[in-house]
């Protein structure tokens, strides 16, 4: 298809596009005469996947280009692939690098507070997960556990146990959804849209659950 | 206290706290002498407030001069100033101000597509959630909702059942915490701070959650 129909079928516009193209954010389309170049599925799908990374999930630029680069090297297996996007999307949050196996301090995350690490590291085993000392979300959560202390919300941190088990309920469901498809890049491209939507969804349906919770104890 | 303590017990620099003053998230001191203003225990705990607001929860100033306006003019019921507080919250998302019961179009959300705030009223409807019309987080679900379709993924929306079950056993324990201390004041904060901080804990679990069910799949 050409740039136009593209744009019509993606709603996104053509110097948007463009921008796109020349950011490494969407592949450049196949040139078939001087003066016309061919648009596929493929861009149209991953057109999509940016407006969620961007729009949705309000990565920069920069973050969402080291995601899509994942998706243009995979890794022979799906799941892999899909952990290496997933490390990838989460280079947006602030202190998203934890600190590495070598001992030295992520260059997003200087200031990782030492025992909410040891406290995220307690609350995985407790549950059993399984995570790489690399996974972004361990400083994600470090984050939010030394946020709570700081701000008199110490015993909030006794609730992250049901936070984890609504969290692990959830991913499971998340994690069948993504390895529908029949394609290894369908498959990661859903994760990653998912997890940014999933995310508004959840924080949505947490404060409608307030609500329901407190009128039921009025 | 000196407006220097109350710096160091805070770790808000004093420039930032008379910038605070000046915009009405945290109440001006007491002036005693011609040149003294004594602060005392509410301010400190208002600016850890402010902080979590702004820093954790990335509000806008005029957004959060909103909630703190709620804490300054309370309700007699616990639970119904907690809940203007958190309408008053969720002013800062895109998508805020619902559709009107009028049939006007909410002010910032001119755009919510009709069939998914269906959507989001019969998922209430099925888990039996009582929810005021105007929840801007009903809003923010649509919106959540209509991106999913947008996106190819309207197959995804048959996971917020789940999403739904998730949600409301965190948030049992939520009002719990927030009903814990003896102050309605105190209850007030201590929600809207941990609807912030919670958000983020919950989002990095998620994808805690994420490789160690994928993990177990391997």
Known sequence: MRIGELSERSG?????????????????GLRTKANQVDYGETHLRRLRLVRALLEV????VA???????????????ALRSM??????????????????????????????????????????????????PNNPARAQLAAAVAAAEALGLGDALELLDRYAEAAYSVAEVDVELALSPATLDESTERMLVWTVVGDRAMSALRRLAHEAVAVKRM
Do not use: M, Q
């Not at 948007?16 to 969407?26: A, H, N, W």
């Not at 999930?57 to 920069?60: A, R, T, Y």
């Not at 969402?64 to 297996?77: F, I, K, T, W």
């Open 57 to 60: 999930g309000e990565l920069s």
């Open 83 to 132: 952990g290496k996007a997933a490390y990838a999307l989460a280079g947006g949050f602030p202190a998203a690098v934890p600190a590495g196996a070598d001992g030295t301090a992520g260059a997003s995350a200087p200031d990782v507070d030492p025992a909410s690490v040891t406290r995220v590291d307690d609350l995985l085993d407790r549950h059993g997960w399984t995570v790489g």
């Open 12 to 28: 996104v516009a053509i110097p948007t596009i463009k921008y796109y193209v020349r950011e490494g954010l969407v592949p450049t």
């Open 63 to 77: 973050t969402a280009s080291r995601v899509v680069a994942v998706l243009d090297d995979p890794d022979e297996s």
